[in-house]
C-alpha cells in the first residue's frame, strides 16, 4: 500500500499519516503498538522529549529490520530544555535515545517566552550540521509566527497544532497555507472527548467508514498531517485505512458547521 506524502517548503516530504505516540509509556505496549503500526504500513513516528519514549522508539526501530531512511521520526525540544545551549544539549541526548544520528523533523514543542528565539536559532544550526532534515514549530499561533519573521533565517516547514473537526481554527491555517507552512493536526480525533456526534456517525454510515476515519480523512482531504494515537491494534489498522475513499461537497459543508472551538490540550493563545 502506498500512503501519500506532503511536500514541505525546504524540499523534504512527510508521510500524510503517522503514529502519535503521546502517553505511551509503558515499554511492552509501545512496542506492540510500534510494531502493529509498521505492520499495517505506518513509517512516520510523533515523539518528544517530554513523552519519555524517545528510547523506546530507539530501541523498537533498531530491531525493526527497517533501514533508517525508510522511517520518518519526529521529535521535540521540551519546553524545558529552551534557550540556545540547552536546546542544542539536549538534542544531543535524543538522538542517543533514537539510537540514530538525525531525525526527519525537530519541533519546538511550545512557544515558550523569550526563550523561543534562542531554541529557534539552535534549529537552524542543528539542520545546518545534518541532525535532522526538516525543522518546524508546535503550537505556535499567528502571532509567534510573525514574529519569527523578525529573528528567523528560515520559517518553520511544520507547524502542528491542536486541530481536528471540533477545533477549526480557520484563520490559523489559512495562515499556515499562505505562507508555505503545513499544518500538522495533533489530537485529530479530539483525543477521543467527542466521539458522540451525530453528524459524524451519518457520514460514516453513508461510506461505510468508521466515526474516527470520518474525523481523519476531513484532515487528510485539506492536505493536513495527521498524528492519531493508539494502542489498540484494531484502532492502529482502521485509522491508517482512510485513503480509499473521498468526502463529497455535503459531507464537507456539515463537517464545517461542527466547529466547537474545543480544545483538548494546552493553550498557546495566551502565551506573549
Ligand atoms: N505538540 C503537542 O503539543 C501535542 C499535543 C498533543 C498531542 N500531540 C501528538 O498528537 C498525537 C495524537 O494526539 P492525542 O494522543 O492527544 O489524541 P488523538 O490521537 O486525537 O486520540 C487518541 C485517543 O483516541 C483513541 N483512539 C484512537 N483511535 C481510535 C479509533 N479509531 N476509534 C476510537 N478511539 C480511538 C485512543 O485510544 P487507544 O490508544 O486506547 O486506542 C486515545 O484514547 C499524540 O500522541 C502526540 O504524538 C502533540
Known amino acids: 500500500m502506498s500512503l501519500p506524502n506532503i511536500k514541505l517548503a525546504d524540499g523534504n516530504t512527510i508521510p500524510q499519516i503517522g503514529l502519535g505516540l503521546w502517553q505511551v509509556k509503558d515499554q511492552a505496549e509501545f512496542n506492540t503498538a510500534v510494531n502493529a503500526a509498521i505492520e499495517a504500513g505506518y513509517r512516520h513516528f510523533d515523539t518528544a522529549q517530554a513523552y519519555d519514549n524517545e528510547y523506546f522508539l530507539g530501541e523498537v526501530w533498531k530491531k525493526s529490520g ?3 531512511d525508510e522511517l520518518f521520526i519526529t521529535t521535540k525540544i521540551a519546553v524545558t ?8 544539549k539536549s538534542f544531543e541526548e535524543s538522538l542517543k535515545n533514537l539510537q540514530t544520528d538525525y531525525v526527519d523533523l525537530l519541533l519546538l514543542h511550545f512557544p515558550v517566552t523569550l526563550l523561543r528565539k534562542g531554541a529557534w536559532q539552535a534549529l537552524e544550526e542543528i539542520r545546518s550540521t545534518g541532525g535532522t532534515k526538516s525543522i518546524g514549530v508546535s503550537n505556535y499561533t499567528i ?3 510573525e514574529e519569527m519573521k523578525s529573528y528567523a533565517k528560515e520559517m518553520p516547514a511544520i507547524n502542528q497544532v491542536e486541530l481536528h473537526v471540533f477545533l477549526q481554527q480557520p484563520e490559523l491555517v489559512k495562515y499556515c497555507r499562505d505562507n508555505n507552512i503545513v499544518v500538522e493536526a495533533y489530537s485529530p480525533l479530539a483525543h477521543a472527548k467527542a466521539m458522540d456526534n451525530e453528524v459524524i456517525a451519518q457520514i460514516a454510515k453513508k461510506h461505510g467508514k468508521t466515526y474516527a476515519q470520518i474525523m481523519l480523512s476531513w484532515l487528510v482531504e485539506q492536505d493536513m498531517v495527521v498524528i492519531p494515537k493508539s494502542v489498540t491494534l484494531s484502532r492502529i489498522r482502521e485509522n491508517i485505512d482512510i485513503f ?5 461537497k455535503e459531507d464537507l ?5 461542527q466547529d466547537r472551538d474545543m480544545r483538548t490540550c494546552w493553550s498557546p493563545v495566551h502565551v506573549p
Open 253 to 257: 459543508a456539515e463537517l464545517a458547521n
Open 81 to 88: 530544555n529552551f534557550g540556545h545551549r540547552k536546546a542544542l
Open 143 to 145: 502571532r509567534h509566527l
Open 244 to 248: 480509499d475513499f473521498k468526502l463529497d
Open 66 to 68: 527497517l533501514k533508517r
